[in-house]
């Protein structure tokens, strides 16, 4: 089984501060895929960024960046330089990548708020 | 470039009712998805389709809820009589079997059941 925890239900940051968001993974895949997405009060889930287990360096989009430490299961998200519009949930998930393990198992997500 | 399209973006409907929603994946996506989020947490798995195959269902599926997907194009949720447990946002997504096979998300159909 799966599991995805986050343990920061909310976070406050000032505009132009970066900011990291937590993420701890429980897996006993050995080949799986880590994701972060981010939900406006719109609804929408959108597509973050992408870390595979084996990847060498850690995942870059832009302002996004992912601090995987494998040993410790952590993927922890770093928003560099935030802007108000960054104010949105954002969710950890997983999924393996085993042949046939399509679903994404996903954490409870956080609630980031970019003061100005 | 069009993304996932679901419809409707709201339902409010009686006990007892039945509901379809439906959801138009990114055209060339082979892959679709149905999750359940409900307040404060974050999205649950449903379904899985690969074209028009059903592949894996969540033991969250009870046998009320029904997916779809004719011709592997769009896919419909049902849901018989309806409860008000049933009360959740529900999600599709769609992904290309290829590389990383992200999954992209629509803008979902929040179910309230009176």
């Known amino acids: 089984a799966q599991k995805i925890t986050q343990t920061q239900p909310g976070m406050f940051v000032q505009e132009k501060e970066a900011v990291t968001l937590d993420c701890t993974y429980d897996t006993s895949d050995q080949s799986y895929g880590l994701f972060w997405y981010k939900q406006p009060s719109s609804g929408e889930m959108i597509f973050l960024i992408y870390q595979g287990s084996y990847d060498e360096q850690n995942a870059t989009e832009g302002r996004y960046s992912l601090n995987f430490q494998k040993a410790r299961k952590s993927a922890n998200l770093v928003i560099s330089a935030s802007q108000l519009g960054d104010s949105a949930m954002y969710f950890c998930a997983m999924r393996g990548l085993a042949q046939g393990a399509q679903k994404l198992v996903f954490g409870q997500g956080t609630r980031l708020t970019i003061n100005p | 470039d069009t993304g996932v399209s679901q419809d409707p973006r709201h339902k409010i409907t009686k006990r007892g009712q039945n509901v379809t929603f439906r959801c138009d994946p990114i055209s060339e996506h082979n892959r679709l998805y149905w999750y359940r989020q409900t307040l404060g947490q974050g999205p649950e798995f449903l379904t899985y389709?690969?074209?028009?195959?059903?592949?894996?269902k969540s033991r969250l599926l009870s046998d009320r809820f029904s997916a779809e997907r004719p011709k592997g194009s769009f896919s419909t949720l049902e849901i018989q009589r309806t409860e008000q447990g049933d009360s959740a946002m529900y999600l599709c997504a769609s992904s290309l079997n290829i590389q990383r096979d992200i999954q992209y998300f629509g803008a979902g159909t929040r179910l309230s059941v009176l």
């Open positions: 389709f690969q074209n028009e195959a059903q592949l894996e």
